[in-house]
């Protein structure tokens, strides 16, 4: 990274943020690898240049960007305090606008379209009403 931001970045002059492909194989390297990097982000007020600039999705990246921890472009850790808005505008796939294409967003570490959103707004109504009616389910079925 040479742009200016980067330069006032905490993680600048740190190089372990992405791996030399050499020195891991699996997933579970890279998390015991990284994890314990992804704090350095915590501070950083550049996630969203930082994600703008490595693109991870594209790229296929491995390593930590934008407070995530990224493997084959696919986020496997991340801070608490992620926020959608680091991320860029999301790719529009033929499954959008089904609960398969709110999984694929969440699958590529972006931020999930319009149709995707609703989807996932109705979904998760939908569990929290099967939720609330299985106590009385429950009791039905111990009194038969
Ligand atoms: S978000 Fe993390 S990896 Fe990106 S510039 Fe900031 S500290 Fe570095
Ligand atoms: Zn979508």
Do not use: Y
Not at 63 to 88: F, H, K, M, Q, T
Not at 116 to 140: F, H, I, M, N, Y
């Amino acid at each position: 990274m040479t742009n200016s931001w980067a330069l006032r970045a905490p993680c600048h002059g740190i190089g372990a943020f992405a791996p030399n492909e050499d020195a891991w194989s699996t997933q579970a390297d890279l998390l015991r690898m990284c994890q314990g990097l992804l704090g350095t982000c915590g501070p950083c007020p550049f996630r969203a240049e930082c994600i703008a600039t490595i693109k991870p999705v594209q790229a296929m990246f491995d390593g930590i960007a934008g407070g995530r921890l990224w493997c084959n472009g696919v986020v496997i850790a991340a801070l608490e305090d992620v926020s959608d808005a680091e991320l860029a505008e999301p790719k529009l796939r033929a499954s959008c606008g089904t609960e398969a294409g709110a999984r694929d967003h969440n699958r590529h570490g972006e931020r999930a379209c319009a149709a995707c959103r609703q989807v996932a707004r109705q979904v998760t109504a939908r569990r929290k009403e099967e939720k609330a009616r299985q106590p009385g389910q429950l009791a039905l079925d111990i009194a038969v």
